[in-house]
């Protein structure tokens, strides 16, 4: 037992801090403008800065969720919320689709450029009709040169400006990933979403219409559905982590208000109506901490609790930057009303993230069933 | 950071789990309803080793890290020993005795640590006043030096073991009119003239224990009963404050580990509309709720249990985060298992409903929330 951080976290988040430090303050503004070229050619640019910080590397070949890579997650998070969210699904999501189930010859033609940064990639999971337990739709049916696959993605991050999107459908009822480009026939890409809140992350729709894919485009088919929960439960840890991101900035921001705000002669922290506001915010936010951490180091060591650890983490973490971000827009009063602080924006933030993802409902169901079985 | 136990610990959790299962579990409910202290489960827990685990072996212990001991008092409470009697072993080792032995002389500790820590002594601290709680400086009960005596005079209230208690380590003002460096702690042996304590109070939760007034009227003890210095007794209670948000917390968090077990059965077993209410997402999310809340509060008992291991001090934003955390934070999900079992939870007959009752003193013993909040802000403000 140690809850310390080791150098390796310590190093790693003081060079994200460094590289977002005073000289990049510019960055998280651009990043938020949700234009399509400047979010491209942004996420380009800091996805390569963040490769030469081995940030990409991190749990990118074993698939594997680490006490290290949460911390990382945790600090970039924190800086540039919806830089982290474009970042993680190229690289977390999509890339490690790649190295987990790809084939030789995929992994050499694209696991250079993503370590690198320097390919964006998109994952479509989501479908208009897709619950729980319902099949995907996204269907591949025998053609020449191999397949033609149809099918229509919702709410795909990164989709507008991606280089490279895998698309998770049926041969012969086995799951496979279809890995395409956006010019490649068939596919249309729809424009992109507004959404409450990540401003900078672009999101779309995704349709295909007899697109010709030939297998040596396919990831799989799979003998299971096992590379789908990966891909959720791995789209969950991101989840966590920006949750963790959120809260952190909101609650730095309102702490720092609070001492330096004066009220009534005295900083406006001294009065319990804000300090105990924010001693909860703080107790709330270090609970999720431990609670995402020992969720990742569990998933380290692939102890059987993993999933349900991880659905608890992603339960607790999103809901709880919802209400600290709300706590820290009260205590900024009509500052934190104003569009674009740190609260604001972490308020229209927190719900997509316990959309997202397997839906904190939907958690709840599958903790709940995990608890039963075991029971 | 990770966050593994050694085999040797994971043993240890199972046994001590065994042993309060076929002890100590099996007389819980009757000593709760009855609101009787269980005096035979208590020794039973010195036999066990469990009351003086962290002493050194020459003193009756067994020399186990404090990561060690609050995984012993995790698995009381996971294997459903009630609150009443944790909170009894509580206030007895880490209040009473580990105040002795921490600041104690080598004669103080030959003379008392060996039988707290067999449970021959049953042993409790006064700190809280009818008139001062989380304002513990302004404790009013006077320690006055007369020759080689000091004579006490005051009231202590809300006193876990008062009137069972062989041996108690009181906190007194030997400075009137000074603050914190004006308090002082002394034993004071059961019998000593002057000594008394009230009835035991008719509490909601945690009835197994008992809990009283403790009364000092002219009451005389020897000048060698002063644990420490004369004004260090202020230190010494908040050096408790890190046993009482881990080892005394830990039981809570095995309880509702505990609590979880039973609702999972019942939501087995309970059919309704054809089927298991287990079935129901409702429920299921009940059923999540509680588990989000053990996994959360876990980590935050070991996070105390571990700085105290690595010899750092007092850990005091530690301390308040996990007590607030479990004592605001446990009150749904121990709400939520009441509900779980419907009209079964409301009756004596289900244990939901003891933990329950139980719970309800975690927002307020030991520093209520108001306090950890205030704790935390201060902190928060200097930062």
Same mark, same amino acid.
């Given at each position: 037992?140690?809850?310390?951080?080791?150098?390796?976290?310590?190093?790693?988040?003081?060079?994200?801090?460094?590289?977002?430090?005073?000289?990049?303050?510019?960055?998280?503004?651009?990043?938020?403008?949700?234009?399509?070229?400047?979010?491209?050619?942004?996420?380009?640019?800091?996805?390569?800065?963040?490769?030469?910080?081995?940030?990409?590397?991190?749990?990118?070949?074993?698939?594997?969720?680490?006490?290290?890579?949460?911390?990382?997650?945790?600090?970039?998070?924190?800086?540039?919320?919806?830089?982290?969210?474009?970042?993680?699904?190229?690289?977390?999501?999509? $890339?490690?689709?790649?190295?987990?189930?790809?084939?030789?010859?995929?992994?050499?033609?694209?696991?250079?450029?993503?370590?690198?940064?320097?390919?964006?990639?998109?994952?479509?999971?989501?479908?208009?009709?897709?619950?729980?337990?319902?099949?995907?739709?996204?269907?591949?049916?025998?053609?020449?040169?191999?397949?033609?696959?149809?099918?229509?993605?919702?709410?795909?991050?990164?989709?507008?400006?991606?280089?490279?999107?895998?698309?998770?459908?049926?041969?012969?009822?086995?799951?496979?990933?279809?890995?395409?480009?956006?010019?490649?026939?068939?596919?249309?890409? $729809?424009?992109?979403?507004?959404?409450?809140?990540?401003? $900078?992350?672009?999101?779309?729709?995704?349709?295909?219409?007899?697109?010709?894919?030939?297998?040596?485009?396919?990831?799989?088919?799979?003998?299971?559905?096992?590379?789908?929960?990966?891909?959720?439960?791995?789209?969950?840890?991101?989840?966590?982590?920006?949750?963790?991101?959120?809260?952190?900035?909101?609650?730095?921001?309102?702490?720092?208000?609070?001492?330096?705000?004066?009220?009534?002669?005295?900083?406006?922290?001294?009065?319990?109506?804000?300090?105990?506001?924010?001693?909860?915010?703080?107790?709330?936010?270090?609970?999720?901490?431990?609670?995402?951490?020992?969720?990742?180091?569990?998933?380290?060591?692939?102890?059987?609790?993993?999933?349900?650890?991880?659905?608890?983490?992603?339960?607790?973490?999103?809901?709880?930057?919802?209400?600290?971000?709300?706590?820290?827009?009260?205590?900024?009063?009509?500052?934190?009303?104003?569009?674009?602080?740190?609260?604001?924006?972490?308020?229209?933030?927190?719900?997509?993230?316990?959309?997202?993802?397997?839906?904190?409902?939907?958690?709840?169901?599958?903790?709940?069933?995990?608890?039963?079985?075991?029971? | 950071?990770?966050?593994?136990?050694?085999?040797?610990?994971?043993?240890?959790?199972?046994?001590?789990?065994?042993?309060?299962?076929?002890?100590?579990?099996?007389?819980?409910?009757?000593?709760?309803?009855?609101?009787?202290?269980?005096?035979?489960?208590?020794?039973?827990?010195?036999?066990?080793?469990?009351?003086?685990?962290?002493?050194?072996?020459?003193?009756?212990?067994?020399?186990?890290?404090?990561?060690?001991?609050?995984?012993?008092?995790? /698995?009381?409470?996971?294997?459903?020993?009630?609150?009443?009697?944790?909170?009894?072993?509580? /206030?007895?080792?880490?209040?009473?005795?580990?105040?002795?032995? %921490?600041?104690?002389?080598?004669?103080?500790?030959?003379?008392?640590?060996?039988?707290?820590?067999?449970?021959?002594?049953?042993?409790?601290?006064?700190?809280?006043?009818?008139?001062?709680?989380?304002?513990?400086?302004?404790?009013?009960?006077?320690?006055?030096?007369?020759?080689?005596?000091?004579?006490?005079?005051?009231?202590?209230?809300?006193?876990?073991?008062?009137?069972?208690?062989?041996?108690?380590?009181?906190?007194?003002?030997?400075?009137?009119?000074?603050?914190?460096?004006?308090? %002082?702690?002394?034993?004071?042996?059961?019998?000593?003239?002057?000594?008394?304590?009230?009835?035991?109070?008719?509490?909601?939760?945690?009835?197994?224990?008992?809990?009283?007034?403790?009364?000092?009227?002219?009451?005389?003890?020897? /000048?060698?009963?002063?644990?420490?210095?004369?004004?260090?007794?202020?230190?010494?209670?908040?050096?408790?404050?890190?046993?009482?948000?881990?080892?005394?917390? /830990?039981?809570?968090?095995?309880?509702?580990?505990?609590?979880?077990?039973?609702?999972?059965?019942?939501?087995?077993?309970?059919?309704?509309?054809?089927?298991?209410?287990?079935?129901?997402?409702?429920?299921?999310?009940?059923?999540?709720?509680?588990?989000?809340?053990?996994?959360?509060?876990?980590?935050?008992?070991?996070?105390?249990?571990?700085?105290?291991?690595?010899?750092?001090?007092?850990?005091?934003?530690?301390?308040?985060?996990?007590?607030?955390?479990?004592?605001?934070?446990?009150?749904?999900?121990?709400?939520?298992?009441?509900?779980?079992?419907?009209?079964?939870?409301?009756?004596?007959?289900?244990?939901?409903?003891?933990?329950?009752?139980?719970?309800?003193?975690?927002?307020?013993?030991?520093?209520? %929330?108001?306090?950890?909040?205030?704790?935390?802000?201060?902190?928060?403000?200097?930062?």
């Amino acid at each position: 037992m140690n809850f310390d951080f080791g150098e390796r976290e310590l190093s790693l988040a003081a060079k994200i801090r460094h590289l977002f430090g005073p000289d990049s303050k510019d960055f998280p503004a651009q990043g938020e403008s949700g234009d399509l070229q400047p979010t491209r050619d942004s996420l380009l640019q800091w996805m390569k800065v963040l490769g030469q910080t081995g940030y990409l590397d991190l749990g990118l070949q074993d698939g594997k969720n680490s006490v290290p890579l949460a911390a990382a997650r945790e600090s970039l998070a924190a800086v540039a919320p919806s830089l982290f969210l474009s970042v993680e699904v190229s690289i977390r999501l999509f $890339g490690r689709l790649i190295s987990v189930y790809g084939k030789p010859d995929q992994k050499a033609a694209l696991l250079p450029d993503i370590q690198q940064g320097k390919l964006i990639g998109a994952v479509g999971l989501s479908e208009t009709g897709m619950n729980i337990e319902s099949p995907l739709e996204t269907l591949a049916v025998p053609a020449q040169p191999d397949f033609l696959v149809s099918g229509e993605k919702c709410h795909v991050v990164n989709a507008p400006i991606a280089d490279w999107i895998a698309v998770a459908g049926k041969i012969d009822d086995r799951l496979a990933f279809f890995l395409l480009t956006p010019d490649h026939e068939g596919i249309s890409i $729809g424009r992109r979403i507004p959404t409450l809140g990540y401003d $900078g992350v672009v999101i779309s729709s995704l349709s295909l219409q007899r697109s010709p894919v030939p297998s040596g485009s396919c990831l799989g088919p799979f003998e299971d559905d096992e590379p789908l929960r990966k891909a959720r439960s791995w789209e969950d840890e991101i989840l966590t982590a920006a949750g963790l991101g959120l809260m952190r900035r909101a609650l730095d921001c309102a702490s720092e208000y609070a001492r330096a705000h004066k009220s009534g002669g005295k900083p406006i922290i001294a009065y319990q109506e804000i300090g105990f506001k924010l001693a909860e915010m703080l107790t709330l936010f270090q609970t999720a901490q431990l609670l995402a951490y020992r969720a990742a180091w569990m998933a380290e060591t692939g102890d059987r609790e993993t999933e349900i650890l991880g659905h608890c983490a992603k339960v607790f973490c999103t809901e709880s930057a919802e209400k600290i971000t709300s706590a820290a827009m009260q205590i900024l009063g009509q500052r934190g009303y104003l569009k674009g602080n740190p609260a604001e924006e972490g308020f229209r933030n927190a719900k997509y993230l316990q959309i997202a993802g397997t839906s904190t409902e939907i958690s709840r169901v599958k903790i709940g069933d995990g608890v039963l079985e075991r029971g | 950071m990770e966050f593994s136990f050694t085999p040797e610990q994971r043993m240890f959790r199972e046994q001590v789990i065994r042993f309060a299962r076929k002890e100590i579990v099996p007389r819980s409910a009757d000593h709760d309803l009855r609101g009787e202290f269980d005096f035979q489960s208590f020794r039973k827990l010195g036999d066990f080793g469990i009351l003086g685990l962290h002493f050194p072996e020459p003193l009756g212990g067994s020399g186990a890290d404090v990561v060690t001991t609050v995984l012993a008092g995790e /698995a009381l409470g996971e294997a459903g020993v009630d609150g009443g009697l944790t909170l009894a072993y509580g /206030a007895h080792t880490f209040l009473c005795a580990d105040t002795i032995f %921490s600041h104690g002389t080598d004669l103080q500790r030959e003379r008392f640590i060996p039988k707290l820590a067999s449970g021959e002594w049953i042993g409790c601290m006064g700190l809280t006043e009818p008139g001062a709680g989380s304002d513990v400086a302004s404790i009013t009960t006077r320690a006055e030096r007369r020759g080689d005596r000091y004579v006490l005079n005051g009231n202590k209230m809300f006193i876990t073991n008062g009137p069972i208690a062989d041996v108690a380590v009181v906190y007194a003002k030997t400075e009137k009119d000074v603050k914190h460096s004006g308090m %002082s702690a002394f034993i004071v042996e059961k019998g000593t003239p002057g000594f008394s304590a009230g009835k035991n109070l008719i509490k909601m939760g945690v009835r197994s224990s008992h809990t009283s007034e403790l009364i000092f009227e002219d009451c005389e003890i020897p /000048a060698e009963n002063l644990i420490g210095q004369e004004g260090a007794g202020f230190f010494m209670a908040l050096q408790t404050v890190e046993w009482d948000r881990s080892a005394l917390l /830990a039981p809570f968090v095995g309880g509702m580990t505990y609590v979880l077990k039973k609702c999972v059965d019942y939501a087995k077993q309970r059919y309704q509309f054809g089927r298991p209410i287990g079935d129901f997402q409702a429920i299921k999310h009940k059923l999540a709720d509680i588990k989000i809340f053990i996994e959360a509060a876990k980590s935050l008992c070991y996070r105390i249990a571990w700085c105290k291991d690595q010899g750092r001090p007092l850990n005091h934003l530690e301390a308040a985060v996990a007590k607030l955390f479990l004592g605001d934070w446990s009150l749904a999900p121990a709400n939520d298992a009441v509900v779980l079992f419907g009209g079964y939870g409301y009756c004596h007959e289900y244990e939901v409903e003891r933990f329950f009752r139980d719970s309800r003193l975690a927002p307020i013993g030991g520093g209520t %929330s108001e306090i950890q909040k205030r704790i935390i802000s201060k902190l928060l403000q200097w930062t």
